[in-house]
């Protein structure tokens, strides 16, 4: 089973929730962190790390001995990434989506795959609980074409050994966010009860219903705000599967890295009916066997 | 043929140069012999997702002229500029498409080694 | 004209409770929201809109199901997975897809249209603070930077408009295409950070880019009484960077009770904590530049 730990909002407690939910698991299961902008999980499981490698993208490189300057690659490009103009033919990878439009279209067949370096995917283990995670290059601008690499090591990983996955997906709703939650089998909306918190789930919210996948909420820092947020969980019948109450000794363990299902046996306690009510809520899964987006 | 390409909000010479390349309104294209010009819309860059300035550029390198005067140039627009012979002149907003051309006819406008804007 | 950005990197740490404060504290300016993906400032601000446009940018495939021949040459092709059979035939997943157009290109039958993808919307508004320009992209909608830079550029013809000295922006949260886009041509980048390991984590990230794109860079320290040890190791790397600290503020429920009702920190009765915010601001004219 994969479970990704989601919310419009930053800064809600996705990598809290996804920290504690891994550490009290009964059973294999691996932490992933696809929040590759700002990877944050290995701050809280401080896993060793076994192995890592440079994730790299396709990009277009040109034979000019080759090129007749037809413009075909340049006209199909949706992302300017070659350009052909006079007797000119230029390459831009950092613009590129590696789509294979170029190399397929060249009727000279003079382009041919190059790289772009995405960012590092490393792995390895803190204690019981596996990890794996993604690092965006800082100046690189798309986060899911290293997601998807990611995402495909996770599938290598799990058919290889078995067991569950808890997904750190970034915040928001737009396709990062999207990309982290898509291939999963539950969803978690991690929020605060404060006016920000409501706004941005209910984005979340329109954002991923359309993906059909049963979707739980947490609610961290319960107390603060006010109750709009439990209303509109009531209304479309999303099941609040969690509380965390709003403590400053909570916030001052977070502020030390600390994982805050160990805080205390009633957070414990929380975490463990959590991850209770996650596999209640997933239903067998038919994914689809088609390449990753 | 001396003919240069100046990013314009309009049409005319009147017009104010557009500080913009990738996005901007369009390009005058004046014949610095005749001061006869050429219009081209730019709207088909300005509607990209990405790229706007090397749509540009191609568009300004198929109208076949030797130089380029706008306010600021990104750097991906001024390599596909260089890469297609174009000299750039910067910093001239502020000014009409007229002015820049006197400008650039009497020497005044310094010819750009870099793009004086950051990418994106 | 001053264009300032705050950022944070980490998400959660105050970003758009500050800017909203900073929006009220500031003269003559035009206020921006560049969190498009989740943007929360029309929250404090309410705003009136005044103008409304749809905002469209790059394309999604379409495959025609009366044209399609079932030949599959597109979901080969599909370097995205975005393209599925349906039993009918092949259809294309709006989700997944890239809006490359290599299965438009390639298809034997031309049966897929390539429509211009509607992304969001944009709004310029009245609020009790001035004008705001903002936005909202659609659920899941790819968030390219290119609303970003419309919404800037609105900014700032806006300002130009009426005189305005300072275009004031709320950033979005990482370092991807949204805050690259938000950083081009700001005077100065504000980054809110908060004493926990992730918020040091990412605000050197976030640095990081900033020194990548060449762009001043100033930090501000928010709930900083919640572990002062890591306030001062943020401190340590700010001053070994050369990166000002502008304020240390502390954890201060009044933010939340300000955002309940719907106002910025500095409309409720003073504080320490509304003060060390109006020294913040203050320093962050000077930075800039603007005429105290």
Redesign the interface.
Same mark, same amino acid.
């Given at each position: 089973m994969i479970v990704a730990v989601a919310s419009g909002k930053g800064g809600t407690g996705k990598t809290t929730v996804a920290a504690s939910l891994a550490t009290i698991w009964d059973g294999p299961v691996l932490g992933v962190d696809l929040d590759v902008e700002e990877p944050n999980l290995h701050l809280f499981l401080h896993p060793a790390i076994a192995g890592s490698e440079i994730a790299h993208m396709t990009v277009p490189t040109v034979d000019e001995a080759k090129c007749t300057y037809c413009g075909a690659c340049?006209e199909l490009c949706? @992302?300017?990434?070659i350009?052909? @103009?006079?007797q000119?033919i230029?390459t831009?990878p950092e613009?590129c989506h590696s789509c294979g439009g170029c190399m397929a279209i060249c009727p000279e067949k003079a382009i041919s795959p190059g790289q772009r370096e995405l960012g590092e995917i490393s792995w390895g283990r803190a204690g019981g609980v596996g990890f794996l995670a993604g690092r965006l290059r800082i100046g690189e601008?798309m986060s899911p074409p290293l997601m998807r690499r990611v995402k495909a090591r996770l599938e290598q990983m799990l058919a290889a050994a078995g067991g569950d996955a808890i997904i750190d997906a970034p915040p928001g709703v737009s396709c990062p966010a999207v990309n982290a939650v898509m291939d999963s089998e539950v969803i978690l909306l991690v929020t605060e009860p404060t006016p920000f918190g409501v706004y941005d789930f209910k984005l979340a919210w329109e954002a991923f219903t359309p993906l059909g996948k049963p979707m739980g909420a947490v609610i961290n820092r319960a107390g603060l705000g006010n109750d709009a947020i439990y209303r509109f969980c009531q209304e479309k019948g999303l099941p609040i599967l969690a509380e965390i109450p709003y403590d400053r000794a909570i916030a001052e363990a977070y502020s030390r890295g600390r994982i805050i299902a160990d805080l205390s046996p009633g957070l414990k306690e929380t975490f463990v009916t959590l991850r209770d009510k996650i596999r209640d809520l997933a239903k067998p899964s038919q994914p689809r066997a088609a390449a990753h987006a | 043929m001396n003919r240069i390409a100046v990013t314009s909000e309009g049409p005319s010479l009147d017009d104010q140069v557009d500080p913009r390349f990738g *996005?901007a309104a369009g390009f005058v294209v004046v014949d610095l012999e005749t001061m006869e010009t050429q219009y081209i819309d730019n709207g088909q860059s300005q509607?990209?997702? %990405? #790229?706007?300035g090397? %749509?540009a550029?191609?568009l300004v390198? *198929?109208a076949g002229v030797s130089c380029l005067l706008t306010g600021s140039v990104g750097p991906?627009a001024f %390599?596909?500029l260089a890469?297609?012979g174009i000299k750039v002149g910067q910093n001239l907003e502020g000014l009409t498409v007229r002015e820049a051309v006197a400008r650039f006819k009497s020497g005044q406008v310094e010819i750009a080694q870099a793009a004086n *804007?950051? #990418? *994106? | 004209m001053r264009e300032i950005i705050i950022i944070s990197g980490k998400g959660g740490t105050g970003k758009t409770s500050l800017t909203g404060a900073f929006a009220h504290l500031a003269r003559n300016k035009v206020i921006c929201d560049l969190d498009v993906d989740a943007p929360d400032l029309h929250l404090l601000l309410q705003p009136a809109k005044e103008r409304s446009e749809e905002f469209?940018? &790059?394309h999604e495939a379409q495959i025609d199901g009366e044209i399609c021949d079932g030949c599959g040459l597109c979901a080969t092709m599909c370097q995205f997975g975005a393209i599925w059979e349906n039993g009918a035939g092949f259809a294309v997943d709006p989700v997944r897809c890239e809006g490359c157009k290599v299965c438009v290109a390639f298809c034997p039958v031309a049966a897929i249209r390539f429509p211009?993808r509607h992304c969001g919307q944009w709004y310029i508004s009245a609020t009790r603070f001035g004008p705001l320009v903002h936005a909202q992209l659609f659920p899941g909608a790819?968030n390219? &930077?290119?609303l970003v830079?419309v919404l800037k550029?609105q900014a700032r013809e806006l300002a130009k408009a009426r005189g305005a000295g300072l275009v004031l922006c709320d950033g979005a949260p990482g370092i991807g295409c949204p805050v690259?886009?938000s950083?081009? &041509?700001a005077h100065l980048a504000v980054a809110v950070t908060e004493p926990t390991p992730s918020g040091r984590h990412d605000l050197e990230r976030v640095a990081g880019l900033c020194r990548h794109?060449?762009?001043a860079l100033a930090v501000i320290i928010n709930k900083y009484d919640l572990n002062p040890d890591e306030t001062a190791r943020i401190e340590v790397f700010c001053h070994d960077e050369s990166y000002p600290v502008l304020a240390r503020l502390p954890h201060d429920p009044r933010v939340t009770r300000a955002m309940v009702q719907g106002l910025v920190v500095t409309e409720l009765p003073e504080s320490d904590f509304s003060r060390e915010l109006g020294h913040a601001w203050s320093r962050i004219e000077a930075l800039a530049g603007l005429k105290g």
């Open positions: 340049s949706q @992302f300017k990434a350009s052909v @103009f006079n000119v230029l831009f613009m601008a | *996005r509607v990209m997702a %990405q #790229g706007a090397i %749509q550029a191609e390198a *198929r991906k %390599q596909a890469a297609a *804007r950051a #990418g *994106r | 469209y940018s &790059g211009e790819e390219s &930077g290119r830079m550029q690259i886009s950083l081009s &041509g794109f060449q762009t």
